[in-house]
């Protein structure tokens, strides 16, 4: 357990360290800033981060193949960073909506498009869900009722991405725009693999790529600007969200640090071990044979 959080405590350092890089790159290199925007043009520094990007998510993979290959992974709920976690979560999703819905009520026209009201639910939805897990984290529920409940961020993540794709598409925000859809969608992927395990087994080497990946784009993305938009532009709704990200990347990062890696093997040794155990097991090695 102590090597997996030193290796994940080296995933946030690389992503934090990235993320302070990043936002020294888009400031000497932004060359417009219209409408609370800026474009990077394709130069040495911002291709060289690209680079480096890429040579870190192979060494992700690297680290979670090496470490938790034929492995699956069961989810300790009452390691004491996972309620922090998901509280931290929960309030930050309260925050980006309060200043969501405040924007929207301070406009001249209450307009909000079919599909950000959407998001908008199921953004209340998860904030309720973490709010939940965080305080009754000690309590025995069923898995089945927390398989049911993890639909919540993956519907949250689906729409949230599919909003953004839509926004920056109407206007792109070159290279930065692109980190930031990527971790949305290694989010969606973490969320849907932390919901399988409640109801089998799945591959630890793909839930710890996912949770690694979503963190390294969550805070390379989210850090900078937040950085940019409380300095620079006008701190906005949509930056707002960035403050989710980094409640999002905490809390994977608490929850991988929770994870128990269990053999496949072992695994299937222990089911076979509880059906022996069972009563049915048992009234059939009662029973006589046809023989006897």
Request: charged content about 15%.
């Amino acid at each position: 357990m102590g090597s997996q959080k030193s290796r994940i405590a080296s995933v946030v350092l690389i992503s934090v360290v990235m993320a302070a890089l990043r936002t020294v790159v888009i400031a000497m290199n932004m060359e417009s800033n219209v409408k609370d925007s800026y474009y990077l043009p394709e130069n040495l520094e911002v291709t060289a981060f690209s680079v480096v990007t890429a040579i870190f998510l192979l060494l992700f993979v690297f680290l979670a193949y090496s470490f938790s290959k034929k492995q699956t992974f069961k989810l300790e709920r009452s390691f004491t960073a996972v309620p922090a976690g998901s509280l931290i979560l929960a309030f930050s999703i309260i925050f980006a909506v309060a200043i969501q819905i405040n924007t929207a009520l301070k406009a001249e026209t209450l307009a909000i498009p079919v599909l950000e009201l959407i998001a908008l639910a199921f953004a209340l939805l998860t904030a309720v869900k973490f709010l939940w897990s965080g305080l009754c984290y000690n309590k025995k529920v069923k898995d089945s009722i927390h398989a049911l409940a993890a639909l919540v961020p993956i519907f949250f993540s689906v729409f949230r991405l599919l909003n953004d794709f839509v926004r920056s598409s109407a206007a792109p925000m070159a290279s930065s725009g692109s980190y930031h859809l990527i971790g949305l969608v290694a989010v969606l992927l973490y969320f849907m693999a932390e919901g399988r395990s409640y109801v089998g087994e799945f591959s630890a080497v793909s839930y710890y790529v996912f949770g690694y990946i979503a963190i390294y784009f969550l805070m390379v993305y989210a850090l900078p600007n937040i950085i940019l938009h409380c300095f620079v532009f006008c701190f906005d709704q949509i930056t707002a969200y960035s403050v989710v990200d980094i409640g999002l990347a905490i809390y994977i990062a608490a929850r991988l640090s929770s994870a128990q890696l269990v053999d496949f093997s072992e695994d299937l040794e222990d089911e076979s071990e509880n059906e022996s155990d069972s009563p049915e097991a048992a009234s059939l090695e009662s029973e006589p044979s046809p023989a006897e």
